[in-house]
């Protein structure tokens, strides 16, 4: 491994000025980051270590009701915050499936995001509820949607004096649920061979007025399966609509064969985990399933 | 490029040399000479390295020793008060929840920072809790057997 030299900036300023200086990378939780310098897979001479700045290791809410959770908060205070965590239980329980306690400890949302792994867990769920990335640079801030940040399996658009200060996820929707689910081998410990993050929204008809489905593990990047999405509005929730969303998903899906699944293997899972993810939401909201 | 890190391991002030690659893990093993905390995957799978790190455990192989300055750390070392093992510690022997011993330091430590927030910990908690300490000898039964018993000797008090 190179030399390594370690900056820990206490604004954000700084650390942009430290990243501008080239070659350095931001380092959050370090779960992923400290593994690929040591591996090769990454490379640095400088890492900027961003949980020495206050805004980035908080997690707040707005008036409005969003919240801002900060790019270095580790999965462990995401899950103990319980304001978030009743609002939406799909983010708590998602950082709960990366890793150990001891990885959740030390990575969090924001380091899922930028690592830009396609089986990210934490990933699909805040793009589900329209989650968006507020990121400083040298020539100021900006906003983008989460969804449109990743570039590739560990790329994002991110340009490389940028940070990722926060992820602003919206007021919750009235009659809305989202949730997660993967499928591993193991339960703990293990990368998902694919994964389906669902969220829908009621209508005062009881019609679904808007959805979002989100894959991980079988594409390049966070997948939006929008035929899937399409097919539920203007639809009452029921387990037939719910099936037929996970078919088209299914179809969505370009997942790649290798050591964890085929591609068969990885669309049928899409399929079921789909529609268990929207079921799981339809629970949530406290719609009964016994019909077809 | 080195820098003098401060940090306090087991309540003792310690003053050390890190090179900016130094991870946690080199720190006390090589610099530190605790060797109590193993080395086992060094890529964050295992759990043999775990410490805590501010009371939460961490996999110390994933962190940078400058990371750690200032901070106050747990290793295993650090477990016993006195000469006398802890309550976790004593499960372990009684239950025989350790066989070649190289994941102990680390299931102790991860057990600990259970307790700490759970007092009647059920076993789906306690599994949770040591999911990220691999014991690649045996299975888990007594591991968890002996924490749970852990849990009810710290309720009753020494």
């Known amino acids: ?292 | 490029m080195k820098s003098i890190v401060r940090c306090e391991i087991n309540g003792e002030e310690h003053e050390v040399l890190a090179d900016g690659r130094d991870t946690l893990l080199e720190l006390l093993r090589e610099r530190a000479r605790l060797t109590g905390t193993k080395e086992g995957c060094s890529n964050g799978n295992c759990g043999s390295c775990t410490v805590l790190l501010e009371g939460a455990p961490v996999n110390a192989c994933l962190v940078l020793a400058m990371e750690a300055d200032g901070a106050q750390i747990t290793t295993i070392e650090g477990v016993a008060a006195n000469g006398a093992l802890d309550a976790v510690q004593n499960a372990m022997i009684e239950h025989g929840g350790t066989q070649c011993g190289f994941c102990t330091p680390g299931i102790v430590l991860s057990a600990k920072a259970l307790l700490a927030r759970s007092s009647r910990p059920d076993t789906d908690e306690i599994r949770a809790a040591i999911a990220g300490n691999l014991c690649r000898c045996t299975g888990y039964d007594k591991i968890v057997a002996a924490v749970q018993a852990a849990a009810q000797a710290m309720e009753k008090g020494p």
């Not at chain 1, 501008?20 to 897979?41: M, P, S, W, Y």
């Not at chain 1, 809410?61 to 304001?83: L, N, V, Y």
């Not at chain 1, 949607?145 to 560990?154: K, N, R, Y």
């Not at chain 1, 081998?185 to 209508?203: H, K, N, Q, Y």
């Open chain 1, 1 to 292: 491994m190179r030399e390594l030299h370690y900056e820990s900036p206490t604004t954000v300023h700084e650390a942009v000025r430290a990243l501008g200086r080239g070659d350095a990378r931001a380092l959050a939780g370090g779960t992923d980051l400290i593994v690929q310098l040591r591996e090769g897979r990454r490379s640095a001479a400088c890492v900027v270590d961003l949980k020495r700045i206050p805004e980035l290791t908080a997690i707040t809410q707005d008036a409005d009701g969003s919240f801002r959770i900060g790019g270095a908060a580790s999965f462990t205070q995401i899950a103990a915050h319980s304001k978030l965590a009743t609002a939406y239980p799909g983010i708590a329980e998602s950082g709960r499936l990366v890793g150990s306690h001891q990885i959740q400890n030390r990575a969090g949302l924001g380091g899922n995001i930028c690592n830009a792994a396609p089986s990210a867990d934490a990933v699909p769920i805040v793009i589900c509820l329209s989650a968006s990335a507020e990121i400083a640079g040298a020539h100021g801030r900006r906003t983008v949607a989460v969804e449109d940040l990743f570039a590739g399996p560990g790329q994002t658009r991110l340009a490389a004096d940028e940070v990722l200060t926060s992820i602003r996820v919206p007021p919750v929707r009235p009659r809305s649920a989202g949730r997660y689910l993967r499928f591993t081998p193991r339960r703990e410990m293990d990368i998902a061979v694919a994964g389906s993050g669902t969220w829908f929204c009621l209508g005062a008809d009881g019609t679904i007025a808007d959805a979002r489905i989100v894959l991980a593990s079988v594409a390049p990047v966070p997948l939006r399966a929008k035929a899937a999405e399409q097919s539920l509005i203007g639809k009452a929730p029921t387990p037939n609509v719910f099936t037929e969303a996970g078919r088209l998903a299914a179809r969505e899906a370009r997942p790649i064969s290798d050591t964890r699944g085929s591609t068969e293997y990885r669309r049928e899972l899409v399929a079921v985990l789909t529609k268990r993810a929207l079921e799981a939401c339809a629970h949530d909201l406290r719609i009964r399933m016994d019909g077809p």
